[in-house]
């Protein structure tokens, strides 16, 4: 497996259920990122983690719980979602958080339907 | 607050060029980049601009000028599989991307 790695692609939810997603990177990078596209919409960043550590957490509701076990894996729990929950959720990772031209690179995604 | 602005959509024939506006207001700047995303895909990065100018890459290039909160993303000698939507993205004083709601860039034959 190369670059960053997103499971599952596709998952449909009830909003009383519990599902986590998962990402891992095989970049050798230090800060990995999740982020929620929804259609028509900026990017927004949810959750950062340098090193291990969260370093950014952009007032997201606590229905969304991230836990980044290591460097290269990223797992967003998610549990009573709300409908307007449903977007493309994109894990990112960096060789580090800061720096100049610090290009992030991109999973493929999650895209999740709350019913 | 901070802000990015870029066209919603924009047309352009095979073959032929075409420029990707955004123009930006952010608390800092460390930089600006362009992505590119196809549909059901991940962005893809096609260029960082931290300085004045233009920076080419191949059949693309990106300007840049920070006294105007301005760049454009030129993309020439168009093929279908351009056909994508084009993201601007800034690094605020915080090293954080600060997004645009992207371009849908439409080729036509």
């Known amino acids: 497996e190369t670059g960053v790695t997103q499971t599952p692609r596709h998952l449909v939810m009830g909003m009383t259920n519990k599902k986590s997603l998962k990402c891992e990177q095989h970049?050798?990078?230090?800060?990995m990122y999740w982020y929620k596209q929804s259609a028509k919409k900026p990017l927004e960043l949810m959750f950062v983690?340098?090193?291990?550590?969260?370093?950014e957490n952009n007032s997201v509701p606590s229905r969304f719980s991230p836990e980044c076990p290591n460097s290269s894996h990223l797992f967003l729990h998610l549990h009573t979602l709300q409908p307007e929950d449903s977007a493309l959720y994109l894990c990112?990772?960096?060789?580090?958080?800061?720096?100049?031209?610090?290009?992030?690179?991109f999973g493929p995604g999650t895209r999740l339907t709350v019913l | 607050g901070q802000n990015i602005d870029q066209p919603t959509e924009m047309t352009a024939t095979e073959g032929a060029i075409v420029q990707i506006n955004c123009t930006y207001q952010?608390?800092?700047?460390?930089?600006l980049f362009w992505y590119q995303q196809h549909a059901g895909e991940a962005p893809t990065f096609l260029s960082y601009?931290?300085l004045d100018g233009l920076e080419e890459k191949g059949r693309f290039s990106s300007f840049l000028s920070r006294s105007k909160g301005y760049s454009y993303l030129l993309l020439k000698e168009l093929q279908m599989k351009d056909s994508a939507s084009y993201l601007c993205?800034?690094?605020?004083?915080?090293?954080?991307?600060?997004w645009g709601a992207g371009t849908k860039l439409i080729i036509k034959p």
């Open positions: 601009n931290v």
């Open positions: 983690y340098n090193f291990k550590e969260q370093t």
């Open positions: 970049l050798g990078h230090n800060a």
């Open positions: 990112a990772s960096s060789q580090d958080e800061s720096g100049s031209g610090n290009e992030q690179f």
């Open positions: 952010t608390s800092g700047f460390n930089g």
């Open positions: 993205a800034v690094s605020d004083s915080n090293y954080q991307l600060i």
